[in-house]
């Protein structure tokens, strides 16, 4: 049974080989729709600027032009119909282009202020809420799981640490062919917590605490369940409060059921019985939970890719302990605490049916990339936001190419 289309995707660095480096194309309309958005070149510099211009280019309009070329070419060829992008660097400009359609019937260009279902870059959220409590001395990192929740495989030698890194060896509930069959027979199921640690489970464990790395969604429901535990509220509750509020993310919630608020794209995936494309828009995203669930936007996301990677929600210590990274197989690439850093740029991607994004922040540039996709469908293997991600950055960071290497090892899981 074909389970990647209604899989939380693995995280890039352990599934995308960046076999395909775009090459400029002639810019124009795509699916009927003209690129849309902002461009806002820098003011030229009397001298050179102190990090270089290889380490992120002047967004200048002969850099956008090569932009938009490249990004349209990376649409058609992999048949997205929209992507909306966003660059911003100090003193390097800014580039917010739209592309495509966000309705395929009506033909509806893509736009900036969509809301988006962002996937695993949840994650990001809930190991953040998981690290305040940390901080707070209510948690410890290296605390076995089996404190908190009973009934864990392991769970007297699995770490907070471990799930967080992806380390824990438990099965990955949403590759369950139980799971599979019940979300395929009706995609607006709400699932429980407790219902997907059971398709989780029912599995042996699949390596020892700490051998090696394999990204699993089972950890972020552990995760989710630890931090409601002890603040004694509920996750979207906890989020909302202690991490989007502090954080200033006004358009960024965490959905109790399949609500989305407008305005957004329609969302499009691949059945896995049929192969046929279908709208997946409205689909109850409750089985992701923790590790998948939240809706977000594109500046909200600008926002937090630094507050991310900078650590502005956290003490120092931790901060420096969540971007300790495990090496994924990919020269250059490392995940750490709920978190990437692939080629310098740090932060986390997300896809579930119907969507895909990618939000990341290059510190030495102080540079901020976000991807935004209105389909979640594999191109030639690869995931689109991988594409794009690769496209852009070989024209505006080649010194920081994402993800930049074929994976060299087998992929995990």
Known sequence: MRSTHIRLRRACVATAAAALLIAPAVAGPAHGAPAQGSFAPAAPSPSPSPDGDTEFKQLTPAVAAQLDAAILQVLREAHVPGVTVGLWAPGKGSYVRNFGVSDKATGAPMQSDFRIRIGSETKTFTVTALLQLVDQGKIGLDDPIGKYIAGVPNGDRITLRQLAGMRSGLFNYSEDNDFIKAFEANPNKP????????????????????EKWEYSNTNLILLGLVVEKITGRPLNEVIGRDVLQPAGLRHTLFPIGAE???????????????????????????????AGAIISDLQDLRSWARTLATGTLLTPATQAERLKTTSVGIPGAGYGLGIFNVQGWIGHNGSLPGYETLTVYLPEAQATMVVLLNTDVQHDGQEPSTLFGEAITSIVSPDHVYPGHKPTAPNPG
């Open 260 to 290: 989305f608020p407008v305005p957004h794209a329609q969302g499009y995936t691949d059945q896995s019985a049929s192969g046929k494309i279908v709208n997946a828009t409205n689909w109850d995203p409750t089985w992701a939970w923790a």
């Open 191 to 210: 699932f429980t917590p407790q219902q997907l640690l059971g398709y989780s489970f029912d599995h042996p464990v699949q390596f020892a605490p700490g």
